[in-house]
């Protein structure tokens, strides 16, 4: 079965410093991965996604992903931290068998001025 | 604009009763979930559907019930039996054709449901 497993609940970094989030998966065959972003009482936005390719992956503001298959990781990273990148984030994974998308439970990213 | 809408945003259950979640797409997907999301336990699935008048049991279906009776449309309904029915409850949809790479699922705003 597929999991996702998330590292920090909570991560708190400076302005401007590099954010990290970190994200391993569990899978038996080749999987569709993806990062999402949460605001606060809203819906889930796609961030980026890897799918087959270039295992490095950037998305919209800023933000990028390396899957590494011999770690089973898909960080999540940007160089900058800036205010508005405050919110939680969900690493997930999927894969061509079924329809099923599983999700970690989150990070928190605080941003300290 | 296409998208996930979900109706309504905020809904308040007295102990006992059911209660029913909308969710529609124009997307043209077919497949629909439910996931329930509670503080510090991430999206959980509920249910999911990948075709008209056909669905599957996620991890926490007791208590939950839904129906596909129309592409566009995946209803859920919190019965009297989900024990703990407080929660934000959020719908999404996607292709199911993966070789394009559309693999992605695309999310309503969700309702957050709280009992009485």
């Known amino acids: 079965a597929q999991s996702v497993t998330q590292l920090g609940s909570h991560v708190s970094v400076s302005e401007g410093a590099l954010v990290l989030l970190r994200c391993n998966y569990s899978?038996?065959?080749?999987?569709?991965l993806f990062w999402y972003v949460q605001y606060p009482n809203q819906g889930l936005q796609l961030l980026l996604k890897?799918?087959?390719?270039?295992?490095l992956v950037k998305g919209i503001n800023g933000f990028e992903a390396e899957f590494k298959k011999s770690e089973t990781s898909f960080h999540l990273t940007k160089p900058s931290a800036h205010m508005s990148d405050a919110a939680e984030y969900f690493c997930?994974?999927?894969?061509?068998?079924?329809?099923?998308?599983?999700f970690g439970k989150g990070t928190r990213l605080h941003i300290l001025p | 604009d296409g998208g996930i809408t979900q109706s309504p945003k905020y809904l308040f259950r007295k102990e006992g009763q059911n209660v029913t979640l909308s969710c529609e797409q124009n997307?043209?997907?077919?497949?629909m979930y439910w996931y329930r999301q509670d503080p510090g336990q991430g999206l959980r699935l509920i249910y999911y559907?990948?075709?008209?008048?056909?669905?599957q049991k996620g991890d926490i279906a007791e208590g939950y019930s839904v129906s596909r009776e129309k592409k566009e449309s995946f209803p859920l309904t919190v019965t009297s039996a989900q024990k703990n029915p407080t929660a934000f409850y959020l719908c999404?949809?996607?292709?199911?054709?993966?070789?394009?790479?559309?693999?992605?699922?695309?999310f309503g705003q969700g309702t957050r449901l709280t009992v009485v």
């Open positions: 559907s990948q075709i008209v008048n056909d669905f």
């Open positions: 997307l043209n997907h077919d497949a």
């Open positions: 997930a994974v999927s894969d061509n068998r079924d329809d099923k998308i599983i």
């Open positions: 890897y799918t087959t390719g270039a295992t």
């Open positions: 899978s038996s065959v080749p999987p569709y």
């Open positions: 999404a949809s996607s292709k199911t054709d993966r070789g394009a790479g559309n693999t992605e699922a695309f």
